[in-house]
C-alpha cells in the first residue's frame, strides 16, 4: 500500500450469588456478570459422581494462596479430582459406535485413512442431566475469578475437555466477549431492529483465536508433563493464529514455532509473536505454502501441531457459539454470520450450537451463513456449484488477510455445517469489505476487514429478502481493528488503488487562524444540522 498523508513521521467487595433460575420473561443479551470478590466460590468444580456442583458456599482465601492452589484445596478437601465425562478423537462424522478412535493424550492429526479427526464427546454421560441444569451450572460460571471457570472457554469445560487436572490448564480468562447491539448500523443500513456483533476480537491477543489456543496449549502442557515427545508448538498462519499462539506458549514457558507468509500479514499481527518470544520464520510463500510446509515439519520434529487441522482448537472456539445462546438468556438467533478462511471456525459454531440442542438447552440452531473474500473463495464457488466436486483456488491478496486462503483444511467440516444448518455462502468484494468496514465504524464499531466480510453478506442477503427486518441476527467479528489500522489509513486517506472508498472521513487541512477555523466548522455544522435535511 502506499504511504498515508493522514499519517507524520486491598479493596473488599460484596459477594455475589448468582441467581441460578432463569426468568423466562426476560431477555437480557449481555452476560451477567458479577462482582469480583475477595472471597472465593467452590460452584463450579465436579464431585466424585461426575455432577458438576452449583453449590455457592464461600471461604475467604489465605493471602498466601493463589487462585489456582484454592481451586486444588477445594478439590482435595471434597474429593473432586475425578470426572465422570469424557472426550477422544474419532474420524470426523464417524458415528458414536466408531471401532477406530484415539485418546486426546495421542499425538494425531489423522485417521488412518488420512481424513479429519474429530472430538467426540460421551454424550450419555452429559445427558444424565438435564438442560435446564448445564444452563444453570453455565450461567452460575459467568464473571467469576474461580480456576479455571472465569475463562468463557474453561466454564463450560465438561464440554471442552473434561479430563485435563486444572492445574494443566493455560488460560488468560478468555471469552466473555461483547455482544454488541449494532442499533445505528441496522437502522441506519438495513433497516433491522435486531443486528448483533459478537465481538471476539476483544480477547486477549486480539482475535478469536484465543479460545482455541487456550484448549491446544492445555493439552500440550499436559502431554509434557505426561513425558510424551513434544518439545514445542508449531503453526502456519496468517497473522491471529500466531499471536494466540505465541501468547499462550509463552505463558506456559513452551517454546512456538510460527511459519508467516512474508509481506502478506499486518505490522500489528507480526509483532505480536515476535514479542512473544516465538521463533518466527518468514517465508516466501503465502498460507497455503505455510501450512504444506509445518505439516511436513511436524510429521518428522517433535513439534505439535497448532493450526485447526488439529480439531482441539474447535473445542474451545465452539464455546463462542454457546456463549451466544447465553448472552440471549437461551434465546436462539435467527442468524449467525461467520467470516471463513481455513473454515474451522463455522464447523466449531455449528458444533456449540448443535451440542445446545441435543442436550436439551435449546429446541433448534440457527441457520449459519459464511462469508468468504472474493479473493479467496473456495467455499463459495463450492456452494454455487451446488456441492459438486470441490476445487482449490489459488487465493489472491485481500484486505481480509487472515482469511486469504485459497486451499482451507476444513472444507469438508465447512459443507457439514452449512448441510446442517440450511446455511448459506456469500462473498464480497475487496471494495465491499472496506465500505462496510467504513460504514461500520461510522456508526461507532472498530471493526477489522474480515468483519467487513461478514457485513457485507448480511447486506446482500438483506437486500435479497433473505434476512428480514426483524430477523435477529449476529454477526461474528474475528478481529480487533486496531489490527488493521493500516487498511483503515490506506481507505479514508482514499490511496486504495481503484477504489472509490465512498464513506472516506480524511482529515480536513484548515489554516491556522481564527477565521479560517470558523468558517469550515459553520459549514460543517450547517450540513449536520436537522434543519439542512428538511
Given amino acids: 500500500m502506499a504511504a498515508s498523508s493522514l499519517l507524520n513521521p486491598a479493596i473488599s467487595f460484596p459477594s455475589y450469588k448468582p441467581k441460578l433460575q432463569a426468568n423466562p420473561k426476560f431477555r437480557n443479551p449481555i452476560l451477567r456478570i458479577g462482582r469480583v470478590s475477595a472471597t472465593s466460590d467452590s460452584s463450579s468444580s465436579t464431585p466424585t459422581n461426575g455432577s ?150 476483544i480477547s486477549h491477543t486480539g482475535s478469536f483465536k484465543d479460545l482455541g489456543m487456550t484448549v491446544l496449549v492445555s493439552q500440550v502442557n499436559r502431554l509434557r508433563k505426561l513425558k510424551r ?93 454457546i456463549e451466544i445462546l447465553q448472552q440471549f438468556d437461551w434465546a436462539v438467533p435467527e442468524w449467525v454470520i461467520i467470516p471463513g478462511g481455513n473454515l474451522g471456525n463455522i464447523y466449531a459454531f455449528y458444533k456449540g450450537f448443535k451440542m445446545c440442542q441435543e442436550l436439551g438447552l435449546v429446541d433448534r440452531i440457527p441457520r449459519l451463513v459464511c462469508a468468504q473474500a472474493a479473493n479467496a473463495n473456495p467455499l463459495y464457488l ?23 486462503i485459497g486451499d482451507p483444511v476444513s472444507i469438508d467440516r465447512a459443507v457439514c455445517a452449512l448441510q446442517n444448518s440450511n446455511g448459506i455462502v456469500e462473498e464480497a468484494t475487496e471494495e465491499e469489505l472496506m465500505d462496510a468496514m467504513a460504514q461500520a465504524d461510522s456508526t461507532g464499531m472498530f471493526i477489522c476487514p474480515h468483519t467487513g466480510v461478514a457485513l457485507t453478506a448480511l447486506i446482500k442477503l438483506r437486500n435479497q429478502g433473505v434476512i428480514s427486518p426483524t430477523d435477529r441476527t449476529v454477526v461474528v467479528s474475528t478481529a480487533h481493528g486496531l489490527k488493521f489500522t493500516q487498511s483503515k489509513i490506506d481507505y479514508h486517506s482514499k490511496e486504495i488503488p481503484d477504489m472509490a472508498c465512498q464513506f472516506a472521513n480524511p482529515p480536513v487541512q484548515v489554516k491556522a487562524d481564527y477565521g479560517s477555523v470558523m468558517d469550515v466548522l459553520k459549514d460543517y455544522l450547517l450540513q449536520k444540522s436537522p434543519m439542512s435535511k428538511v
Avoid at 63 to 80: C, L
Avoid at 178 to 185: I, T, V
Avoid at 263 to 270: D, E, R
Wanted: glycine fraction near 8%.
Fill in 52 to 201: 458438576p456442583s452449583l453449590s455457592t458456599t464461600k471461604n475467604r482465601r489465605s493471602a498466601d494462596e493463589n487462585i489456582k492452589d484454592e481451586a486444588r484445596r477445594h478439590r482435595a478437601a471434597s474429593g473432586e479430582d475425578r470426572s465422570n465425562f469424557s472426550a477422544k478423537y474419532v474420524p470426523f462424522n464417524a458415528g458414536a459406535d466408531s471401532s477406530e478412535w484415539y485418546s486426546l493424550d495421542e499425538v494425531v492429526y489423522r485417521s488412518r485413512s488420512g481424513g479429519l479427526l474429530d472430538v467426540q464427546h460421551d454424550m450419555e454421560a452429559l445427558k444424565k442431566f438435564d438442560g435446564a441444569y448445564w444452563r444453570n451450572l453455565f450461567d452460575s460460571r459467568v464473571g467469576k475469578t474461580t480456576w479455571p471457570y472465569g475463562s468463557g472457554v474453561w466454564s463450560k469445560k465438561e464440554w471442552v475437555l473434561p479430563e485435563i487436572d486444572p492445574d494443566d490448564i493455560v488460560s488468560a480468562f478468555e471469552g466473555n466477549s461483547n455482544l454488541f447491539w449494532a442499533e445505528r448500523f441496522g437502522k441506519q443500513f438495513l433497516g433491522m431492529n435486531d443486528l448483533w456483533v459478537k465481538h471476539c476480537g
Fill in 382 to 404: 463450492h456452494y454455487k456449484s451446488g456441492w459438486k466436486d470441490f476445487k482449490a483456488v489459488k487465493a489472491s491478496s485481500t484486505f481480509a488477510s487472515a482469511i486469504q
Fill in 229 to 321: 515427545p513434544v518439545v514445542g508448538v508449531g503453526c502456519a498462519s496468517t497473522g491471529d493464529t500466531s499471536a494466540a499462539l505465541s501468547a499462550y506458549c509463552a505463558s506456559a514457558g513452551i517454546p512456538s514455532i510460527v511459519f508467516l507468509p512474508a509481506n502478506k500479514i499486518s505490522m500489528a499481527q507480526l509483532v505480536q509473536p515476535i514479542a512473544n518470544g516465538a521463533f518466527v520464520l518468514s517465508i516466501d510463500t503465502d498460507f497455503d505454502g505455510c501450512m504444506k510446509l509445518i505439516r511436513e515439519v511436524t510429521a518428522e520434529l517433535p513439534i505439535y501441531l497448532a493450526n485447526s487441522l488439529n480439531s482441539l482448537r474447535l473445542e474451545g472456539q465452539k464455546t463462542a457459539a
